[in-house]
């Protein structure tokens, strides 16, 4: 009997344990571990032959498995899906701010308005190497889009409903830094309103041709226009803009990322990096890692480009599939500055900030 106490209080102490949780694979259940603990029978629990045989024991000593542990590190979706999730406690080291912003109010009807610009029969994922913000570690101008890449003559579509804005060239009529930017381009405007009240437009640039008109009505899936390379285009693709108010400004971006609904099972991370002084800090390399499962992005500066009015984020992972991951992120010298776990939410974005030590 003494020894099953103490085998029953060594397993409870293994499940109470912090680190019971993997660290090795991060999204792996924890439940699943702790119920093999409680369900392994113990051979020992077999009663002792006594004497006399006919005197059966009747089984007193079978456990109930009592402690079976709910981890208290899983996060229960108890916020509206509307809302933005709340970044699980940072479990290793490292400065990690946890916050919550508010609600956000600039997305009806859910956090993802829009749709992908492609038919699932094309590629809908856009270039993770030259993403919103970046230069792509210095070579390119800075990204004000996200670009698809697809076959010259690929049909693009609306991403959500709405009213054709400008269909044509940007050479008499300026929507980038200078004439013939965009080449052909599309502009919709939809019936959303954004944060502060103003109208929600999209993009589509360098396009082979249109087939849109001003005025046109437009819905979402909507055939506008075909991929080609015209403006300032290095090979065939589309380059798509979220502009907020003025559909004629270039410094009136926000990032797509955070209005393309992600596929099912997968969620947004969205965050800030920041230095000790709290100032956003530019192009550092972020990582979400979890067995066979990686993404990696880089920040953007907010005076370069613009973030989200109520998030302020200065980086994104987008389409990354619900479960936990480590954010890591790497400093100049690539040495490992901040480590810690998140949980993403499908269809949901997660909001994490960090604090870089010098
Ligand atoms: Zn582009």
């Given at each position: 009997?003494?020894?099953?106490?103490?085998?029953?209080?060594?397993?409870?102490?293994?499940?109470?344990?912090?680190?019971?949780?993997?660290?090795?694979?991060?999204?792996?259940p924890?439940?699943?571990?702790?119920?093999?603990?409680?369900?392994?029978?113990?051979?020992?629990?077999?009663?002792?032959?006594?004497?006399?045989?006919?005197?059966?024991?009747?089984?007193?000593?079978?456990?109930?498995?009592?402690?079976?542990?709910?981890?208290?590190?899983?996060?229960?979706?108890?916020?509206?899906?509307?809302?933005?999730?709340?970044?699980?406690p940072?479990?290793?080291?490292?400065?990690?701010?946890?916050?919550?912003?508010?609600?956000?109010?600039?997305?009806?009807?859910?956090?993802?308005?829009?749709?992908?610009?492609?038919?699932?029969?094309?590629?809908?994922?856009?270039?993770?190497?030259y993403?919103?913000?970046?230069t792509?570690?210095g070579?390119?101008?800075?990204?004000?889009?996200?670009d698809?890449?697809?076959?010259?003559?690929?049909?693009?579509?609306?991403?959500?409903?709405?009213?054709?804005?400008?269909?044509?060239?940007?050479?008499?009529?300026?929507?980038?830094?200078?004439?013939?930017?965009?080449?052909?381009?599309?502009?919709?405007?939809?019936?959303?309103?954004?944060?502060?009240?103003?109208?929600?437009?999209?993009?589509?640039?360098?396009?082979?041709?249109?087939?849109?008109?001003?005025?046109?009505?437009?819905?979402?899936?909507?055939?506008?226009?075909?991929?080609?390379?015209?403006?300032?285009?290095?090979?065939?693709?589309?380059?798509?803009?979220?502009?907020?108010?003025?559909?004629?400004?270039?410094?009136?971006?926000?990032?797509?990322?955070?209005?393309?609904?992600?596929?099912?099972?997968?969620?947004?991370?969205?965050?800030i990096?920041?230095?000790?002084?709290?100032?956003?800090?530019e192009?550092?390399?972020?990582?979400?890692?979890?067995?066979?499962?990686?993404?990696?992005?880089?920040s953007?500066?907010?005076?370069?480009v613009?973030?989200?009015?109520?998030?302020?984020?200065n980086?994104?992972?987008?389409?990354?599939?619900?479960?936990?991951?480590?954010?890591?992120?790497?400093?100049?010298?690539?040495?490992?500055?901040h480590?810690?776990?998140?949980?993403?939410?499908?269809?949901?974005?997660?909001?994490?900030?960090?604090h870089?030590?010098?």
């Amino acid at each position: 009997m003494k020894s099953l106490a103490a085998l029953f209080l060594a397993c409870l102490a293994l499940a109470l344990l912090p680190n019971a949780m993997p660290e090795a694979a991060p999204n792996t259940p924890t439940p699943i571990r702790i119920a093999q603990i409680t369900a392994t029978p113990l051979p020992f629990f077999t009663p002792p032959p006594t004497d006399t045989p006919t005197d059966t024991p009747t089984p007193t000593i079978t456990l109930t498995p009592t402690i079976t542990l709910t981890p208290s590190i899983t996060p229960t979706p108890t916020i509206a899906p509307t809302q933005i999730g709340t970044a699980v406690p940072g479990l290793l080291s490292g400065d990690s701010a946890l916050w919550t912003p508010p609600a956000p109010t600039n997305r009806v009807g859910g956090n993802f308005l829009f749709g992908r610009p492609f038919s699932f029969r094309h590629n809908t994922y856009w270039s993770r190497e030259y993403g919103y913000g970046s230069t792509k570690r210095g070579q390119l101008q800075i990204h004000h889009g996200l670009d698809f890449a697809n076959p010259h003559g690929t049909a693009i579509q609306a991403v959500g409903d709405g009213v054709v804005y400008y269909a044509g060239a940007d050479v008499e009529r300026l929507f980038g830094p200078r004439p013939d930017f965009y080449g052909i381009l599309v502009v919709i405007e939809h019936p959303f309103m954004y944060s502060t009240g103003e109208k929600i437009y999209t993009l589509y640039g360098h396009m082979r041709e249109t087939v849109a008109y001003n005025g046109q009505q437009v819905k979402a899936g909507e055939v506008i226009g075909y991929v080609g390379a015209t403006g300032v285009a290095l090979g065939a693709h589309l380059h798509l803009e979220v502009r907020i108010g003025d559909p004629e400004s270039y410094d009136a971006t926000r990032n797509p990322e955070l209005w393309l609904t992600p596929y099912e099972g997968a969620g947004v991370v969205a965050g800030i990096v920041r230095d000790i002084y709290g100032n956003k800090l530019e192009g550092v390399q972020l990582e979400l890692q979890a067995p066979g499962n990686n993404h990696l992005t880089f920040s953007y500066s907010g005076t370069r480009v613009n973030g989200d009015n109520i998030l302020g984020e200065n980086f994104v992972f987008a389409d990354v599939n619900t479960g936990y991951y480590y954010l890591t992120v790497k400093g100049a010298d690539g040495a490992l500055a901040h480590r810690q776990m998140i949980y993403v939410w499908a269809g949901q974005v997660t909001f994490v900030e960090v604090h870089l030590l010098p």
